[in-house]
């Protein structure tokens, strides 16, 4: 499913093409901001973190 109307936000790169706020086509978020954690205890490496902002494309 594409969405023309995407409003990328260019200070956010994203490539989870199965998010609700990705933006197709562009590599970019569409959310003015977004949360990062860990689920983690002691995160040591990029696998390590998680966008907590995203949501399941219904
Ligand atoms: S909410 Fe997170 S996972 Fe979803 S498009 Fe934005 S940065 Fe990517």
């Known amino acids: 499913m594409t969405n023309s109307n995407c409003k990328?936000?260019?200070s956010i790169r994203?490539?989870?093409q199965q998010?609700?706020?990705h933006c197709n086509e562009k590599d970019y978020c569409s959310l003015?901001?977004?949360t990062?954690?860990?689920h983690?205890?002691?995160p040591t490496?990029?696998?390590c973190t998680d966008c907590e902002s995203f949501k399941k494309r219904s």
Do not use: Y
């Open 8 to 10: 990328a936000n260019q």
């Open 14 to 16: 994203c490539t989870v």
């Open 19 to 21: 998010c609700e706020h």
């Open 32 to 34: 003015d901001c977004i």
């Open 36 to 38: 990062v954690g860990t």
């Open 40 to 42: 983690e205890a002691n």
């Open 45 to 47: 490496m990029v696998q």
